[in-house]
Nanobody, 125 residues
C-alpha cells in the first residue's frame, strides 16, 4: 500500500522561497504519476505541477517560472521548489500519486487514489 507524507511548509514573506517534500513509502511502479495540488477553503483543489516517470513536467500558468517539480527516485521523494512566493500562493499543499498505463500525468484531483495529509504554506505581504 502506497503512503505519502508532505513536509516543508511554513510562513514566509512575499518574495521568499520554500521547498516542499513528499516522502513515498510502499510499493510503487514505474508507471505512477505524481502531482502537487493546492487548496484554499471553499475552493476547488487546483493542480500546481505534475511529473511522469520520464520526467516530463507540466505547470499551471500562475506558477510557471517560479516553481519547479522534481523527484529523487533513489530516495523515493518528490519535491516542489517554490521561489518568488506571492500571497496568492497561500494554500494547503498536497502531493498525490496514481498508477497509469500511459504517460499523461496532468490530471484532475479526482483521478488520484493516493494522497498525503497536506502541508500549509502561508505567504504574507
Amino acid at each position: 500500500q502506497v503512503q505519502l507524507v508532505e513536509s516543508g511548509g511554513g510562513s514566509v514573506q512575499t518574495g521568499g522561497s520554500l521547498r516542499l517534500s513528499c516522502a513515498v513509502s510502499g510499493a510503487i511502479s514505474s508507471r505512477y504519476c505524481m502531482e502537487w495540488f493546492r487548496q484554499t477553503p471553499g475552493k476547488e483543489r487546483e493542480g500546481v505541477a505534475s511529473i511522469n516517470r520520464g520526467d516530463v513536467t507540466t505547470y499551471t500558468a500562475s506558477v510557471k517560472g517560479r516553481f519547479t517539480i522534481s523527484r529523487d527516485n533513489a530516495k523515493n521523494t518528490l519535491y516542489l521548489q517554490m521561489n518568488e512566493l506571492k500571497p496568492e500562493d497561500t494554500a494547503m499543499y498536497y502531493c498525490a500519486a496514481e498508477f497509469r498505463w500511459d504517460g499523461n500525468c496532468w490530471l484532475s484531483s479526482s483521478a488520484y487514489s493516493y494522497w498525503g495529509q497536506g502541508t500549509q504554506v502561508t505567504v504574507s505581504s
